[in-house]
């Protein structure tokens, strides 16, 4: 494993330098990561400039033009699909909305769609809502102790009617890295459809989509070190099937096919600054790729976190003990409510977040009162273990 060169990594990160960051760490990151500088270059080259509709003629225009198509290439290239199978919408949220309408019109009733209770609403209720649409929805769920998904009772739920079954990579409460691969596998040999929410899980490390054989893969930019994007792959056969829920002139148009609004040109294209981002660090670290770094410096720097966690009988950590077994998302039961504690923590210059977090059924699954909640710390490889070591002083006076 090479160490990771922190001095450089938060050199690219401009909020680290603004006063309000002074005397403050950062914990709440998996709410939204702090954005590159590369992203923030490309913004502001965008917003400072003659900025206006892209891919006309005049050279505003084509450069701008030029950025969103190099997004599009780049992020591509990272998750190793074609071009034309990467969608962009306002947040993750809405594009598994347009998504669901996109199989309502294209499945049948009688049809069965498999969801878990490990979710971000956002991968959830969009695909419950079509119970009202005559489509049966069947709950994959999660281990009340552990919080995990285990792949083997998935096989109880698939029949011959499952036509789509939605998991998270990673979930922003349990943090277990599920094993995307295998579901996969299980879910395309009942011949079903298989949707990965990688919202949780690609601030991490981009995944290689083809290789884990997702059908579909959505993620939030703005957890990613970049702007405010939600990123869909849709793999090319399967969008062709569904029904357009674009204009109806776009409906052989597949990069525009799921895109009923008009997109957000800037912060496409300064989706690329991520990419640059991950370029250069790769190549101050000899070339290994940036996503094994991030991984690396991230287990490493949440053991310590982990053993402390582990150590206390005052508390419930939910999700693994071993920290190669989850992101470094860490939800913390305890007495006291979520938000209290954050607070708490607050006055200890540790900025952290308390609550259900959007995955209400997976705080209620777990067995927790989603009104009490539950305490959220978490970390990214920019994440020093100087942080870690203030972050758990304050908890051991907090707690």
Known sequence: ??????????????AFDAPEADGWAFFENAGGSYPCRPVVERLTEI?????????????????????????RTRLAAAMGVAEEEVHFGPSTTQNAYVLAQAFRQTLSPGDEIIVTDQDHEANTGAWRRLAAEGFEIRVWPIDRDTGRLDPATLEDLLTERTRLVTLPHASNIVAAINPVAEIAHRVHAAGAVCCVDGVSYAPHGLPDVAAMGADIYLFSSYKTYGPHQGVMVIRRALAEQLANQGHYFNASNLTAKFTPAGPDHAQIAALAGMCDYWDDLSARHGGVPAAKLMRDAEIAVMQPLLSYLNGRNDIRLIGPARAEERAPTFAIDHARPGEDL???????????????FYSRRTVEALGIDPAKGVLRVSALHYTSPEEISRLITALDQVL
């Open 342 to 356: 954050a607070a708490a923590l607050a006055e200890h210059g540790i900025m952290a977040g308390g609550g259900d």
């Open 47 to 71: 917003y400072s400039g003659p900025k206006s509709q892209p891919y006309w003629s005049y050279p505003a225009s084509a450069r701008l033009g030029e950025m969103m198509d190099e997004s």
């Open 1 to 14: 494993m090479q160490a990771l060169d922190l001095d450089f990594v938060r050199g690219q990160f401009p």
